[in-house]
């Protein structure tokens, strides 16, 4: 049974920093792609960050120099540490865990976590 757990969400003041973590557990995390996505009241979810099993990046223009996603394959955890946070950055943050094996595409969700930047 695959479980992305999400956490470290929260409220936060403009300008303030938040670190969200998600732990993985019955997939064999290094070879799969893992991304952090979010989707804000009345809009469609987007992807934020993604990293590959070996370490390849790419972020959202809106968040690149603030945002920086990264892994612990011995962890089986993904983190996303935001920073310089914005109200537009006001969100559920979703975990997603990605992989083609064969001809086969495996892709699963976490339950999300919601980041409020607010004064």
């Known amino acids: 049974q695959v479980q992305l757990v999400e956490s470290g969400g929260g409220l936060v003041q403009p300008g303030g920093s938040l670190r969200l973590s998600c732990a993985a557990s019955?997939?064999?995390?290094?070879?799969?792609?893992m991304g952090w996505y979010r989707q804000a009241p009345g809009k469609q979810r987007e992807l934020v960050a993604g990293?590959?099993?070996?370490?390849?990046?790419n972020y959202a223009d809106s968040v690149k120099g603030r945002f920086t996603i990264s892994r612990d394959n011995a962890k089986n955890t993904v983190y996303l540490q935001m920073n310089s946070l914005i109200p537009d950055d006001t969100a559920v943050y979703y975990c997603?865990?990605?992989?083609?094996?064969?001809?086969?595409?495996?892709?699963?969700w976490g339950q999300g976590t919601q980041v409020t930047v607010s004064s």
């Open positions: 990293i590959t099993g070996i370490g390849s990046t």
């Open positions: 997603n865990a990605a992989s083609l094996i064969g001809n086969l595409k495996y892709d699963y």
């Open positions: 019955g997939v064999i995390f290094s070879i799969y792609t």
